[in-house]
């Protein structure tokens, strides 16, 4: 038998879930108020809604790699 190591599937990081939550709570809690506000912030010539949308787009992918490559860090058993 080859050294085979498995991950168990219903066990992960803590820090993976609570990153996780946290990207739910950003998604799904933004700033609306910037959208529909009658002053027209910008940041870098673009308005910050955009900015946030951009920025919240780029922590869930952060957050979604991040997580494969500790679970597959598992996986290889290190």
């Known amino acids: ?3 085979e190591v498995t991950a ?3 066990r992960h ?6 990153w996780f ?3 739910a709570v950003v998604a799904l809690a933004p700033p ?3 959208a529909v506000d009658g002053n027209r ?3 870098l010539g673009l308005p910050t ?3 946030y949308f951009v920025a919240v787009a780029v922590f869930i992918t952060a957050s979604i ?5 500790a679970e597959s860090r598992v996986a290889e058993g290190g």
């Open 1 to 3: 038998m080859a050294d």
């Open 8 to 10: 168990d599937p219903g």
């Open 13 to 18: 990081a803590s820090w993976i879930i609570a």
């Open 21 to 23: 939550a946290l990207d």
């Open 32 to 34: 609306l108020y910037w």
């Open 41 to 43: 912030a910008s940041l």
């Open 49 to 51: 809604a955009v900015l």
């Open 65 to 69: 790699v991040a997580a494969y490559l």
